[in-house]
């Protein structure tokens, strides 16, 4: 788990280890952050239970709620979306189960979890929490722009939606595999759940986006790497006063462009061509250096999902070439991923 | 009263004319809002009224709630601050008082009226409304980018405070002395109660921000103008999310400069130079043709407050032709301001 974020640390630090819950799903795709906490968080997650129906599975051991309390999980965490993201009525016996065998409930659905009359009860009752991680913490301040120690990296991207999660969560990975002290400091549902704590920040109110930020990666020692999880993209009409907040609290010392070269307009927003690489690079740069001169590019990840290796080799050592910069895949790793954690430690 | 906001206008369309409330205020500086709205929106109040101790005065007839309604008021507004924003003791008699006569209550205070227990108690017993200016309306929806009809002016900053809400106000004026058909688009708590209307953008949450901007001015006839108030500044390290978010979801067509030539450093951090008026038009014209590839800047306001006539005239001059563009103050007028409208509208 992560170092305690400020005095905020106690809203948003999750109870773990975690009871992953897989509802009655039946397509892995609504699956995705019980996949991603099983990959991510293997070591805090005890084990997975569903309801009736459920035909998905993370591979960890089928446990009850009373069994995963006895193995050590302190919540129950819903890795599953259906279609509105809301809470099935045959979810809730066994989450109200859940709670009376002693485990916090923790949701990143867009519905909130006391919205629901008979879990709120149940939370009463039993004296659990229930905890949404879309909601922001209390008292977040405004920024103030001054300068923190230690050091920082921050993910950004062409578009919303192509490695940028992934992308830090890899290179912390990576960090750690050097020795490095490092934090992987999420700012959305997933990583928060990952990450045992954060900051979802679509959900900060825009005067407080930055402060939050700032709060998000305190000062540290002067080798501590923050590895920043990026949001939406400064180009995407929709969600860039996300990502200008982000950046301008994050004062990032080194930032990694995401990228996935089959997407060519912005994802939902087919009037908006995707901008290049370049165009990312420049315009981080530029607006990232009002809160830390000395930012710069560490290079590129590319999200290659949709190709070959041949192909995708290919490509990352064009592109690599053609930048100037190291171009990597995280989840083909290699040399050229290598190349990208030495670029950014540089 | 501006036209009605989408389907959102019920939300945020105020009662008026409105009665004056300046509390026990004995120093003009904290009674800004009341002479805000007796400047910009006289027509629409009634009149003014204090409490115990109050010195201060708008110039308006001084009218008890009973007189007020029978003039035709329909809400009191909170047109004072004092130190902290909240509601104070001995206001709280009068405010019940304006309720039983007939009168909402507005506020743009920090403190939420209903959280004062003898309002709300009021208010349920009365029927009336407790309305803060700062509360966003519901149901806010992300950006899409889509281009909208009519044309758009928005103005923007080198910094916070000033002179963004004043420049949109005279120009909005302008524009209806020319004869064209235009509406003055509020978007912070003094402006919105100048207007009667409109969406507090500071307090929309980070995901909404540009879909805030984009209601807040929609679709309208091919000669309309929406003079829309700025916020913050997109070098301010606090807030440049507002302001970037305003700027994507306004999509303006032109946008007016405003800079206080005193002014060296952000406002309450030192650590940051203001940015030039040229690096400001540079940045807002590179981020606001993601959504208006034709914005422009139409000229300068500057506020030259702290100047004597020749001083500012000499300054307005020289800085019109070092930067070939219009640059006027607004309070000032003359040749200067009418070359800006000329330009805005060029």
């Not at 659905?109 to 004296?127: I, K």
Request: proline residues 6%; charged residues 20%.
């Amino acid at each position: 788990m992560n170092a305690p974020i400020g005095s905020l640390a106690d809203a948003m630090v999750l109870p773990q280890p975690y009871l992953l819950f897989l509802g009655d799903t039946t397509e892995p795709s609504f699956a995705k952050t019980a996949f991603g906490l099983a990959d991510w968080a293997a070591d805090r997650c005890v084990g997975e239970m569903g309801v009736a129906g459920c035909t998905v599975t993370t591979g960890l051991p089928r446990l009850s709620p009373a069994e995963a309390y006895a193995a050590g999980a302190r919540s129950l965490v819903i890795g599953v979306a259906n279609q509105g993201g809301v809470i099935g009525d045959n979810w809730v016996a066994a989450l109200t189960g859940a709670m009376e065998a002693g485990l916090d409930i923790v949701s990143g659905l867009h519905v909130r979890l006391a919205s629901v009359p008979a879990l709120a009860e149940a939370a009463r009752r039993t004296g659990r929490r229930l905890i949404d991680v879309r909601t922001p913490p209390p008292d977040i301040p405004v920024g103030t722009g001054r300068k923190r120690s230690g050091k920082r990296l921050l993910t950004v991207g062409t578009d919303c939606a192509l490695g940028k999660k992934y992308t830090a969560l890899a290179l912390h990975r990576a960090f750690l595999d050097r020795g490095l002290d490092a934090d992987f400091r999420a700012t959305g549902q997933t990583g928060i759940m990952i990450a045992g704590g954060g900051i979802p920040m679509d959900a900060v109110v825009s005067d407080f986006e930055a402060g939050a930020a700032e709060i998000l990666s305190p000062d540290a020692a002067p080798g501590h790497w923050d590895v920043i999880e990026g949001q939406g993209s400064l180009f995407n009409p929709a969600y860039a006063a996300v990502s200008l907040g982000l950046l301008h609290g994050s004062q990032p010392d080194v930032f990694v462009v995401c990228h996935d070269p089959s997407r060519k307009v912005i994802l939902g927003l087919e009037d908006f061509v995707l901008p290049t690489i370049e165009e990312v690079i420049d315009l981080t740069i530029r607006l990232g250096s009002r809160t830390n001169p000395a930012i710069r590019c560490g290079g590129v990840s590319l999200n290659t999902s949709s190709m070959g290796a041949g192909e995708a080799e290919a490509l990352l050592g064009a592109e690599s070439r053609r930048l100037g910069l190291p171009v990597a895949d995280p989840i083909r790793g290699g040399d050229a991923f290598a190349a990208l954690v030495d670029s950014c430690l540089a």
